[in-house]
């Protein structure tokens, strides 16, 4: 039983308008699914990722509208980093992110680091990780410059060595040799989850910080994943939740960060033609008799691009 790499990325946006606007238009993901947070339906929970919503590249976000910047602290993930093909996608994304108007943090020929409009930092590093790469299309972006799929997370901890035994003995992550970084494989994909000291100030929960991250199960190995960690006595999971399209368990590992273990599976065609995922609110069953009420509350969005033929 191993997890999968990771299945998605879950951050906070208090703008959902240029949320859109910038990882689709400037980062060129494909939205796969507009819908709502389950927990809290009268806000948006929006999907972005590869032209089929393939887990491993699923950057979604929670809109709270006007919510005041968040800071990366102890216990959160503070930056995404992405696989890309090539030192010449380095050099693509750096003048096309130029062109935008975001401001570059470092760039090196193999690495470029950058933040979302809401101070959400990213990563882009030059792979050579055997996975099949997960590409948006979309145009402007050539298929050998797109992003490829996440490459893992960085977190703050304050003691990683905390983490140890559930990242190793519960969960499978395979240690470096510092233990400051961790990788999670499966049979077809692998990420890495790394740890950096915290800075001095306190961590807050706001707009282009993240919320959450989920490694990926096969379907049929959840309800083992729940019993796993709940045994483990290292975190204590929730029971499994159906989220339609996956179903989820949720836990803080033990240097804080809110993990969550998602299903592969059933996906986002669910309920929705493969070829037109995103480009209308879909709610799952039992929040469909609110649709009125909440298009009513909801802002609408820039109309998310099909992807390119």
Known sequence: MKLDGIHHITAITGDAVGNVEFYTGVLGLRMVKQTVNQDDPTVYHLFYGDDDGSPGMDLTFFEYPGAARGTAGAGMVHRIVWRVGSADAIAFWAKRLGDAGTELVE???????FADPEGLEHELAVSDAPDQPLRASAPGIAPEHALQGFAGVR????????????LG?????TSSDDGASWEV????????YAYDAPPEEPPVQGAGSVHHVAFASQPDDEQAWQTRVAESGHARPTTIIDRFYFRSIYFREP????????????GFAV????????????????????????????KPLPYPRAPAS
Not at 155 to 165: I, T
Not at 185 to 192: A, N, V, W
């Open 107 to 113: 760039q090196r020929a193999e690495r470029l680091r």
């Open 155 to 166: 977190a703050y901890s304050a003691e990683p060595a905390s983490s140890a035994a559930l």
């Open 169 to 173: 003995e519960t969960l499978g992550f």
């Open 185 to 192: 494989r499966g049979e077809r994909r692998g990420s890495f």
């Open 255 to 266: 240097s804080g960060v809110l993990f969550e273990i998602a299903t592969i599976g059933p």
């Open 271 to 298: 309920d929705e033609d493969a070829a037109h995922l995103g480009e209308r609110l879909s709610l799952p069953p039992r929040f469909e008799p609110l649709r009125e009420r909440l298009q009513g509350v909801l």
